[in-house]
């Protein structure tokens, strides 16, 4: 039968899922899903790109992240438990991704390559926080980093 | 004049110590980059010696393993569709081509671009080369898109073939002509690689033909990389299977806990 997940809330694709059963969602590489329920090695949810399409998937095929659940229940808010900024830096990125395609399009070529760079160098420091590796300091320098590009972009 | 120049003198003086130091700053900023890539890689000899062998390594950083190749390949078709409206964009904004001629002393200079509904070619001569758009009207001449036959590029070309024509290496790796109606041809001298890729690929986009350029080509992998880059940010640090894992039985019951068949979302 179908139980509510407990901490198993948020979780990242690792595997597209052509959703070839019942009700199966399809899944693409790299989405993120908030899972609601379970049942036989099936998780029922959504992706967070189209949250009003609820289906079921293979817990095989997603990893498991920590996440922040509030209202539990039918109606509640999940947020994945990680450092604020890399949040922010992901959905910056994510919204440029747009703008950059336009800049191509409109064949803005100055602007195209200066905004490639600093996506790139977001991504990089972006990967350097979550490489657990750094002291206290370096994140500090990293931040401060990221901090200066993401407000140049927003210029 | 002499007051005045002494002024300019203090203001530049003034000028250039900030201006240096923003240079500094932003010298600075990348060593400082580049220091804390150098000290993560010394915090990392500093841990014990793990050796990585292939099975350890992620998938997502070998770009041949079957999911970024699977991936790869389905990013492709939204980005030809990028290219090709950048293509058809830059067609639209027109070109000024040159007619080079042994004949002539001065080269000649026209103008074509596409109509804004992807139709209709505009062209005509033009007085003097001009970097920016020439509007349709001026233009006189016009070849309907649906009348093209073909695009042929370089030795193919009757303005390369011609007896006495200028025929080098460069002006034929420049060179493409638009065969239209049965028997007529609209010759091109592309002013530079580029714009012969532009041109290329534009019209073969128009003619439902694929787009082949080496421009093509690299703008591919341009923005292909980078929408692949953000595709794989939330799998940092996660191991990607090479082989699709098993799809567990379906389940026995779709008695789900909660019900959203209410929602008008």
Redesign the interface.
């Known amino acids: ?4 997940t407990e901490d198993e809330k948020i979780g ?1 694709v ?3 899922f052509r959703g070839s ?3 199966g969602l399809t899944l ?3 989405e ?1 899903v908030h899972i ?2 379970k ?4 998780y ?1 949810g959504f992706s967070t790109k189209k ?2 399409i ?1 289906g ?1 998937f ?4 997603v ?1 498991l992240k920590k996440a922040v659940v509030t209202n539990r229940g ?1 109606y509640e808010t999940v947020v994945p438990l990680e450092d604020p900024i890399i949040t922010e830096v ?1 959905s910056t ?2 919204e440029w ?1 747009v703008l ?2 336009q800049l ?4 803005k070529v100055d602007l195209f390559y200066k905004l ?1 760079h600093v ?3 977001l ?1 990089d ?4 926080l ?2 657990g ?3 206290q300091d ?1 994140v500090r ?2 931040k401060r ?1 990221i901090t ?1 590009r993401l407000d140049w972009g927003n210029e | 004049y002499l007051a005045f120049s002494g002024q300019k003198l203090i203001l530049q003086l003034n000028k250039n110590p900030s201006r240096l130091k923003k240079q500094a700053e932003k010298k600075q ?1 990348r060593y ?2 580049q220091s ?2 150098l ?2 890689n010394t ?2 000899s500093a841990r014990p010696h793990r050796p990585s062998p292939k099975s350890e390594m992620l998938s997502q950083d070998d770009p041949k393993s079957r ?1 970024m190749l ?2 790869r390949e ?1 990013l492709q078709p939204e980005v030809i569709e ?1 290219i090709k ?2 293509r058809l ?2 067609m639209y ?1 027109g070109t000024c081509f040159r007619k080079i001629s042994a004949r002539r002393r001065q080269d000649k200079f026209w103008y074509c671009r596409l109509s804004p509904n992807h139709k209709v070619l505009h062209y005509g001569d033009i007085e003097e080369f001009s970097q920016g758009q020439i509007s349709p009207e001026s233009l006189q001449e016009k070849v309907t898109v649906a009348d093209i036959k073909a695009v042929v590029t370089g030795k193919d070309c009757p303005h390369m073939k011609e007896k006495g024509a200028l025929k080098n290496k460069e002006l034929l790796e420049l060179a493409f002509s638009i065969h239209h109606n049965s028997d007529e041809y609209l010759n091109f001298i592309a002013p530079d690689k580029h714009e012969f890729c532009i041109w290329t690929d534009g019209l073969n986009a128009v003619l439902g033909k694929e787009m082949t350029s080496e421009l093509t080509k690299s ?1 591919m992998d ?2 292909v990389n ?2 692949l ?13 090479d082989v ?15 019900d ?1 068949s209410q ?1 008008h ?1």
Not at chain 1, 1 to 4: D, G, H, L, Q, R
Not at chain 1, 39 to 42: L, R, V
Not at chain 2, 235 to 241: H, V, Y
């Open positions: 039968m179908w139980t509510p990242v690792v595997c597209s059963v019942s009700l693409e590489l790299g993120t609601l329920e049942c036989e090695g099936w029922r949250p009003s609820k079921i293979p817990a095989g095929y990893h039918q992901t990125l994510q991704s950059w395609k191509y399009v409109k064949h490639r996506m790139n160098e991504i420091l972006r990967r350097q979550l490489s590796h750094l002291t370096q320098e990293v980093h200066v | 900023k400082t980059t804390v890539t000290q993560c915090v990392d999911p699977e991936l389905k990028l409206q950048q964009n830059r904004e703008d341009t923005l980078m929408e880059k953000l595709r794989l940010l939330d799998l940092e640090n996660i191991q990607i299977p699709p894992p098993p799809v567990p039985k379906e389940p026995s019951t779709y008695d789900f806990v909660y959203f929602q979302i």
